[in-house]
């Protein structure tokens, strides 16, 4: 597990800030959040260092919308809170584990984030990882590459 740092600070706080700011889109939360996986600037994200990226939200919106291309589809929509929560905790979770947000999306998706925005998002991040964790019955190890693997080769008995 790798320190948060203030690298991880600065970009914990940057992916906050862009989700929080999506909600000025014309399109639906999960049209931003599947625009977002897919998206050059989560590759230059998941590298998890800010000299990486512009800090700027407006120009990772810009660069979203140039990628994609203007839409106004969908009308449902989280509110900037939740967003940011979700926004911080997902690029939190990618820099203290060292996985890729996809990974981290696909064991929490965003309406699962939703759900959980106001049980949690007064909490320690730490705590909410472990409780995230807990809630799905699995264990730190789901972050190791290594120990994943093992468990694939385990079940296959090809070992």
């Known amino acids: 597990m790798r320190r948060f740092d203030h690298g991880g600070l600065?970009?914990?706080?940057?992916?906050g800030k862009l989700?929080?700011?999506?909600?000025?889109?014309?399109?639906?939360?999960?049209?931003?959040?599947?625009r977002f996986i897919h998206s050059e600037l989560?590759?230059?994200?998941?590298?998890?260092?800010p000299v990486m990226v512009s800090l700027d939200v407006n120009e990772g919106l810009d660069s979203i919308t140039e990628q994609f291309g203007e839409t106004d589809y969908g009308k449902d929509k989280?509110?900037?809170d939740v967003m940011f929560w979700m926004g911080y905790m997902y690029r939190y979770i990618s820099y203290t584990r060292e996985a890729s947000t996809k990974f981290v999306m696909?064991?929490?998706?965003?309406?699962?984030?939703?759900?959980?925005?106001?049980?949690f998002h007064t909490q320690d991040p730490?705590?909410?990882v472990r409780s995230m964790l807990e809630m799905l019955n699995l264990t730190e190890n789901v972050f190791d590459n290594?120990?994943?693997l093992k468990e694939q080769i385990a079940?296959?008995?090809?070992?």
């Open 106 to 119: 696909d064991l929490w998706d965003y309406k699962k984030m939703s759900d959980l925005y106001y049980s």
């Open 146 to 148: 290594n120990y994943r």
């Open 19 to 34: 989700f929080e700011k999506s909600v000025e889109l014309n399109c639906s939360t999960g049209i931003f959040v599947r």
């Open 126 to 128: 730490e705590w909410c």
């Open 155 to 159: 079940k296959s008995g090809s070992y």
């Open 42 to 49: 989560l590759k230059k994200l998941d590298v998890n260092n």
């Open 10 to 15: 600065l970009l914990a706080e940057y992916q």
């Open 78 to 80: 989280y509110s900037a």
